[in-house]
């Protein structure tokens, strides 16, 4: 690893050099491009030079207690316990930082949610469940764009589509796909009686046209009126637009914009996320049947999460996840949770790669 800590380095010093004479760089792209290797391998290349700190703090503790003063010897010893104590946890961060890094990391998102069992308290956990993300997405400073949305007379979503657009945004939201289950008494229920519904969340990194390739002849596109709730008309031209994609037959549609060139483009946008991720779900579908543990692979017909009202509990069934501050969660205070997610699914990465 001390190899690997080293080249890393030297690669990021050149970096720093290039940086400070823009003759060596040429063009804005170049250095665009340079500043943003030289940012993303600062945090690295800052705990490698903690960690050789502390290595050589290690040998100077332990070069005082190979000679005779008394004194330095009950100091140096004091430091060396400690000193031990810091670079397991040292090595270990630093292993975490060294593995492979998701290209799709810093993605844009499309997140769809959709209520599963359980009629209108399920579409009102949907809602539920899109304003939690969405409070999260303002906390970030990200941007959320509604693509379509299928809401009930009560406040509730039978489905909804919206891209989420900012810095690493798939990087934590990308282990929320999968089955949302809520516990609650439903507003409507006069005995009180607790009810279990579900909703489905799937995160999809945005996929570029580069990614993937939609040939027109693939596609029915069609053009409808827009329409609120209940069927209310909202726009009486025909600005809606939906796309079938014939050869695998996912259908998307797009109905937010007055525009049917917008619509079309977001539409498009969607369409293009999901092919993607077929793609990608069918190249790691032979690694992930050789996983020890399916657990937490972001399936989306997995239940990855309760939602207990009565107990204020959320738990995550991949993690063992349990907190009692469901309300603060809901109002968008998802750090915790995904930190711990992250925290999970890396060490899972270490074990495949060790």
Request: charged share 35%.
């Amino acid at each position: 690893m001390l190899d690997r800590l080293k080249l890393i380095e030297e690669k990021y010093d050149n970096l720093t050099e290039m940086l400070m004479d823009p003759k060596v760089l040429g063009t804005q792209a170049d250095f665009q491009k340079y500043s943003r290797e030289h940012s993303d391998l600062q945090p690295l290349v800052e705990k490698i030079r903690e960690y050789k700190k502390v290595i050589e703090d290690l040998d100077a503790a332990e070069e005082i207690l190979r000679g005779g003063d008394t004194d330095l010897k009950e100091l140096a010893q004091a430091e060396l316990d400690e000193l031990k104590k810091q670079k397991p946890s040292l090595e270990e961060e630093l292993k975490f930082m060294l593995l492979p890094v998701d290209p799709r990391d810093s993605r844009n998102v499309i997140l769809e949610i959709r209520a599963g069992t359980g009629g209108e308290e399920a579409a009102l956990f949907a809602a539920n469940l899109f304003r939690m993300y969405t409070k999260y997405a303002e906390s970030r400073r990200w941007k959320v764009e509604l693509i379509s949305l299928n809401a009930t007379g009560l406040g509730g979503i039978k489905e909804v589509v919206a891209s989420i657009l900012g810095k690493g945004a798939y990087s934590r939201l990308k282990y929320e796909s999968g089955v949302h289950r809520v516990q609650r008494v439903p507003s409507t229920e006069a005995s009180g009686r607790i009810h279990t519904s579900a909703a489905t969340v799937a995160v999809l990194p945005e996929a570029e046209e580069v990614d993937i390739k939609v040939d027109q002849k693939d596609l029915r596109i069609d053009t409808f009126c827009s329409s609120g709730a209940g069927g209310q008309s909202v726009n009486t031209t025909y600005s809606a637009v939906r796309i079938v994609h014939i050869p695998t037959n996912l259908v998307v549609q797009c109905q937010d914009e007055r525009s049917q060139t917008k619509n079309r483009e977001k539409a498009m946008k969607v369409l293009r996320s999901r092919l993607y991720e077929m793609e990608i779900e069918e190249k790691e579908k032979e690694r992930a049947e050789q996983r020890k543990s399916q657990v937490g692979s972001g399936d989306r017909s997995e239940r990855i999460r309760t939602y207990n009202y009565p107990q204020n509990r959320i738990s995550d069934h991949r993690t063992g996840l349990t907190l009692y501050k469901l309300e603060q969660v809901m109002e968008g205070n998802l750090d915790e949770v995904f930190d711990n997610m992250s925290t999970y699914f890396n060490a899972e990465r270490l074990k495949e790669l060790s």
